[in-house]
């Protein structure tokens, strides 16, 4: 059980860095080279990182829930919105709040608190509302897991 739940914090970590890696270095790209506004080239970069989140999460630590169609992929993006609405919210109350205005307060607040409150509910999300377990299945959700194989798969 310890071996397991290991087993999935790192590869949801594995999936988490190399997404932002790419997020990174496409936003990087876009602004520089390419020439895109800042909110664009974010836009853009955000959802290619989602998309190599949800590719490395889905052929990784949860590869056993094979969920199928738009809505687990759907769910996961929302997921990940929520964690960079929680990332900004933190770097709001911190500089707009309390008036914590450095640029050391703002990396502290938005990178460091803010980026560990959202890895904690992108987590959270992912393993309950994107790739849910078994246990979950007996609640009444929208997810079936008729076979061993098949835990977690969406009918909804």
């Known amino acids: 059980m310890v071996a397991d739940r290991r087993r999935e914090l790192l590869g949801f970590a594995a999936a988490g860095l190399l997404a932002y890696a790419v997020d990174l270095a496409l936003f990087s790209w876009l602004r520089g080279p390419a020439g895109v ?9 955000f959802a290619a990182g989602c998309s190599v989140a949800y590719a490395g999460n889905a052929l990784g630590p949860y590869r056993h829930a ?7 992929y759907a769910a996961f993006c929302a997921v990940n919105a929520a964690g960079a609405a929680v990332q900004l919210l933190c770097l709001a109350v911190s500089h ?14 938005g990178a460091g608190v803010g980026m560990a409150l959202a890895t904690l509910l992108r987590f959270w999300g992912t393993r309950t509302l994107v790739f849910r377990t078994a246990g979950a299945d007996r609640r009444g959700t ?3 897991g008729r076979t061993a194989g098949r835990v977690g ?4």
Do not use: E, F, H, I
């Open 66 to 72: 094979r969920p199928r169609g738009l809505r687990p």
């Open 37 to 45: 506004d800042p909110l664009t080239a974010k836009a853009v970069s």
């Open 142 to 144: 929208p997810w079936t």
């Open 96 to 109: 707009y709040g309390l008036g914590l205005t450095s640029q050391r307060a703002d990396t502290v607040s």
């Open 153 to 156: 798969t969406w009918t909804g």
